[in-house]
C-alpha cells in the first residue's frame, strides 16, 4: 500500500490530463456540479458480481479500508505540500455529495460505461473549475485504476486525516430543525472544552425522531453522546414510571 501511495502522490503533483472521444457523451441523470454541470439521464442496470468473484469477510474489508487510507492519506499529503489543505477539504465534500447519488455513482463504477465517458466527465467537471487540479487529477487516478469503488471510503479516511492533521474534532448534531449557526457556535465551543481539541468542525443531520432538542456525537468514531432530545427525556420518566413507551401526539 506504501507503493500506491508513493505512486499516487507523484501522479497528482502534474497537471490535470484531459481526454477527448468521438464517441457519445452518456452522463447521470440531472447530475449538477456547483451550478456549471447538467447532464441528460442514464439508466444503467448493474448486474451483481458472483460469489466467486466478491472477496467476502474480514479480510476484504481490511484490503478495502487498507488501500482507501493510502488513497487519503496520498491526497492529503500533496494538499499538505501545496498549502490547499482546507481547500481540499472543500473538494472533498463536494465529491461527497455528488457520489452520493447512486446515478452518479453507478456511472462510474458500472463495467458497461467505457473509460473514454467516465474521463470526459471528469474532464468537464475540470473546465468547470469546481474542484482543483490535483482534485482532478485524483479522480482521474481512481478511474485509470479501476479503484473510483473506493471513493466513498476514501472520503472517510481522508476526513480522519484531515482532522488529525489539523487537530480538529468532529461533532455530529442531530435535531429535528436545522439549528441556527449561534446555537451550532455555542455547541462547538463546548465539544471544544470537553476535548481540548484546537478545533471543532460540525455536521448537522435531520433527524425527526428525536421530537424536539438535539444530540451531539463526538470523539473516536463519534462514540460519545449528548442527549438533549425530548425523546431520550420522554424515555427517562417512562423508565423511571416503568410504563414502557409514552405515546406522543401528532
Given at each position: ?118 474521463r470526459e466527465l471528469i474532464d468537464d467537471i475540470t473546465s468547470s ?40 474534532e468532529m461533532a455530529i448534531v442531530s435535531s429535528v430543525v436545522q ?61 423511571e414510571l416503568e410504563i414502557g413507551d409514552i405515546p406522543i401526539a401528532?
Amino acid at each position: 500500500m506504501a507503493a500506491v501511495a508513493a505512486a499516487t502522490t507523484t501522479n497528482l503533483q502534474k497537471p490535470p490530463a484531459i481526454f477527448h472521444s468521438r464517441s457519445p457523451r452518456i452522463y447521470p441523470a440531472n447530475l449538477s456540479f456547483s451550478g456549471g454541470l447538467r447532464l441528460p439521464k442514464l439508466n444503467i442496470k448493474i448486474k451483481s458480481k458472483s460469489k466467486s468473484h466478491q472477496k467476502g469477510g474480514c479480510a476484504g474489508a481490511k484490503m478495502a479500508d487498507s488501500a482507501a487510507g493510502s488513497y487519503a492519506s496520498a491526497l492529503a499529503e500533496v494538499a499538505s505540500s501545496n498549502g490547499t489543505l482546507d481547500a481540499t477539504s472543500s473538494d472533498v465534500e463536494k465529491i461527497d455529495k455528488l457520489f452520493s447519488d447512486d446515478s452518479v455513482f453507478n456511472f462510474f463504477t458500472s463495467p458497461i460505461v467505457s473509460l473514454d465517458q467516465k474521463r470526459e466527465l471528469i474532464d468537464d467537471i475540470t473546465s468547470s473549475g469546481s474542484l482543483q487540479p490535483h482534485v482532478c487529477n485524483f479522480l482521474n487516478i481512481l478511474i485509470e485504476s479501476k479503484r473510483i469503488d473506493l471513493i466513498k471510503e476514501i472520503v472517510k479516511e481522508f476526513e480522519i486525516v484531515y482532522n488529525k492533521l489539523t487537530e480538529t474534532e468532529m461533532a455530529i448534531v442531530s435535531s429535528v430543525v436545522q439549528l441556527e449557526k449561534q446555537h451550532l457556535a455555542q455547541i462547538a465551543k463546548q465539544v471544544q472544552k470537553l476535548t481540548g481539541a484546537r478545533n471543532v468542525r460540525i455536521k448537522t443531520v435531520i433527524d425527526e425522531s428525536l421530537v424536539a432538542g438535539f444530540t451531539i456525537r463526538y470523539g473516536n468514531a463519534q462514540s460519545k453522546l449528548i442527549d438533549m432530545s425530548v425523546k431520550k427525556q420522554l424515555e427517562d420518566i417512562a423508565a423511571e414510571l416503568e410504563i414502557g413507551d409514552i405515546p406522543i401526539a401528532v
